[in-house]
């Protein structure tokens, strides 16, 4: 076993020992303690076990510690949540939202990662002015994560009937999954309300009130889940988004700290600011972070998008 794990091995341990001895004192622990304790439970069993196992299963019960005792490293974290909303420009900025959304569509499909629609909203000509969904493979926020601020497009817009360029806004949000351990979320804090879902789904979808909103009271933050056919299942979708976007801030926070210390790191353009351009007219896509631009638009919006993502994991 490498010494790095072995030291955090070794820590998990001893706060497991320490916890025990608080059993008999206590049967009134706060919810995150409890957790904590069932983890380390299981920590310290797989510990006895790896001390008698062979080689190869101690290769086994090594990997299951790296997910126990390293949960929030960000190549980890195999699900994330993508929302994409119209900026500026009006109808062509929906259009323009939905072109992202199945250009990420398709770049999922290339990587064999699962694509779910939580929640949408479009307007009559088919964009969106708001989408988000849940994507699942490996690595997926850690491809991602770079993606995320404000996408601009200049073109001709087909509805244009004097050959108008136009120039458009989206935001790209990528936020990583958060664990319940992870964001503890009061009851109190918030506030449910439940509605009937529109949109397909048959005669059951108008009749009962399946759609979830949440509000979030210390931060106002509103959450919408309408798509699966229970609440229950529509609630748990929506608790999802809200420890995500919860954990998403908590991160930046972290990165912003970081930052200040480093002075210098790729991709930490503030959200509110422009990170790309999509320019069809001169067939190209600019990233401004790092002053780096890629021919070939359509074949990009097609879901290529291996070099521009790698040119940013790579940094």
């Known amino acids: 076993?490498?010494?790095?794990?072995?030291?955090?091995?070794?820590?998990?341990?001893?706060?497991?020992?320490?916890?025990e001895m608080e059993v008999a004192e206590s049967f009134k622990w706060p919810r995150e303690k409890i957790v904590r304790f069932g983890e380390l439970s299981k920590i310290k069993t797989l510990a006895e076990e790896y001390k008698k196992a062979d080689e190869a299963r101690k290769k086994s019960i090594e990997e299951k510690f790296k997910l126990i005792l390293n949960p929030s490293a960000d190549s980890e974290r195999n699900k994330a949540i993508l929302e994409i909303r119209a900026g500026a420009g009006g109808d062509e900025a929906?259009?323009?939202?939905?072109?992202?959304?199945?250009?990420?569509?398709?770049y999922s499909a290339k990587q064999n990662w699962?694509?779910?629609?939580?929640?949408?909203?479009?307007?009559?000509?088919?964009?969106?002015?708001?989408?988000?969904?849940?994507?699942?493979?490996?690595?997926?926020?850690?491809?991602?994560?770079?993606?995320?601020?404000?996408?601009?497009?200049?073109?001709?817009?087909?509805?244009?009937?004097?050959?108008?360029?136009?120039?458009?806004?989206?935001?790209?949000?990528?936020?990583?999954?958060?664990?319940?351990?992870?964001?503890?979320?009061?009851?109190?804090?918030?506030?449910?309300?439940?509605?009937?879902?529109?949109?397909?789904?048959?005669q059951n979808v108008n009749k009962v009130e399946t759609a979830v909103r949440l509000l979030y009271k210390?931060?106002?933050?509103?959450?919408?889940?309408?798509?699966?056919?229970?609440?229950?299942?529509?609630?748990?979708?929506?608790?999802e988004i809200l420890r995500s976007?919860?954990?998403?801030?908590?991160?930046?926070?972290?990165?912003?700290?970081?930052?200040?210390?480093?002075?210098?790191?790729?991709?930490?353009?503030?959200?509110?600011?422009?990170?790309?351009?999509?320019?069809?007219?001169?067939?190209?896509?600019?990233?401004h972070r790092i002053n780096k631009s890629w021919h070939n638009i359509q074949n990009i919006m097609s879901g290529n998008l291996d070099h521009i993502v790698d040119e940013f994991r790579k940094g």
């Not at 076993?1 to 916890?19: G, H, T």
């Not at 690595?139 to 601020?149: P, T």
């Open 94 to 106: 929906a259009l323009f939202a939905a072109d992202l959304f199945r250009m990420y569509q398709a």
């Open 218 to 239: 210390p931060t106002g933050l509103v959450i919408s889940s309408r798509t699966e056919r229970s609440q229950q299942a529509n609630r748990e979708r929506a608790m």
């Open 114 to 202: 699962a694509f779910m629609v939580l929640d949408e909203s479009k307007n009559d000509l088919g964009g969106y002015k708001e989408i988000v969904a849940e994507l699942r493979g490996k690595s997926v926020y850690d491809a991602l994560k770079y993606e995320s601020g404000v996408h601009r497009i200049q073109r001709v817009p087909a509805t244009e009937k004097s050959g108008r360029i136009h120039t458009s806004t989206a935001s790209v949000a990528v936020l990583p999954v958060a664990e319940e351990k992870e964001i503890e979320i009061k009851d109190s804090d918030l506030e449910i309300s439940f509605s009937r879902a529109g949109g397909p789904g048959g």
């Open 245 to 287: 976007k919860l954990l998403d801030e908590k991160l930046r926070k972290e990165e912003e700290a970081l930052r200040k210390e480093r002075k210098e790191q790729i991709g930490t353009a503030d959200r509110s600011e422009k990170i790309r351009t999509y320019n069809f007219l001169q067939d190209r896509v600019t990233d």
């Open 1 to 19: 076993m490498n010494p790095e794990l072995q030291k955090k091995l070794d820590e998990a341990i001893r706060e497991y020992d320490s916890f």
